[in-house]
Structure formats: C-alpha cells, structure tokens
C-alpha cells in the first residue's frame, strides 16, 4: 500500500514538473515574440500586413481579384505606419497615423464593394472600441 502511495506521489510530482516545465517553455517563447500570436506590436509590417489581409480575406469575403490589391494597400500602409510609429511626439504620430488610415480608407474604398467597405468601417469602429476598453 505504502509504495503504490509513492508509486502515485512521485508520478504526480513528475506530472506538475512537467507542466511546470511546459509552462515555462511557452511563456518564454511568447516574451520573445516568437509565438503563433506574436504581438503585432513586434510584427514586422509585413507580418501585419499579411495578418490583416488574412483577416480581411476571412471577414469580408475577399474575391480572388480584390485579395492582392488589398493586401499591397495593406503592406503600403503598415510601412508607412511603421515609419510614423518611430515619432516621438506622440500628438504627431496620432494625427499622421490619423491620416494615414483616411489615406488607406480612401483606396480600400476603391477596391472593395459597398458592402464590404461598410463592414470593413463596422469592424474598424469594433477595433477602436475594443482598445479603448483596454485603456481604460
């Protein structure tokens, strides 16, 4: 009885170590940036911009033709945004960065439809709400 009771002690020790090493191993990997869900705010532009298309692709329905073109609007302006993010005053770097989403509006508009577009405000509207949240 005593050694089946040590027998079972010893395994769930080595169960917790495990888990313990598991955890360990995935926060570490996460605190380099290297995860699946690598914050964007370490993503290169060209990560972001394939991340946004991707998402765009799956929420909006993107057609074949309107795939390529959102996705070099979306890697124009996440460079640009890139630029813009390296500002030090940030009431600057708000008001460009302003403009440059009109900027990106401006030429989404052109390639997606009306619906789409609508949807794609709605999302964006989501987003804003969503980080404002967070701040708060």
């Known amino acids: ?4 009771l ?4 010893r395994n769930l020790r080595f169960a917790i170590g495990l888990i313990a090493l598991i955890l360990i191993s995935v ?14 705010g370490n993503a290169s532009p060209e ?3 394939k991340h946004l298309t991707e998402m765009m692709k799956e ?5 074949a033709a309107q795939e390529p073109k959102v996705s070099a609007i ?7 945004m890139e630029d813009v993010r390296k500002v030090a005053d940030t009431a600057v770097q708000h008001k460009s960065m302003q403009n440059l989403n009109k900027q990106k509006d401006g ?5 997606l439809t009306a619906d789409q577009f609508k949807s794609y405000l709605k999302q964006v ?12």
Do not use: C, F, W
């Open 74 to 80: 979306n890697l124009k302006y996440a460079k640009k």
């Open 1 to 4: 009885m005593k050694s089946m």
């Open 107 to 111: 030429e989404l508009k052109a390639v």
């Open 27 to 40: 926060t570490s990997i996460y605190a380099q940036g290297n995860g699946p869900a690598m914050g964007r």
């Open 125 to 136: 509207e989501e987003m804003k709400a969503r980080r404002r949240g967070m701040h708060n």
């Open 47 to 49: 990560d972001r911009a």
């Open 6 to 9: 040590n027998k079972k002690t």
């Open 59 to 63: 929420t909006l329905s993107l057609t």
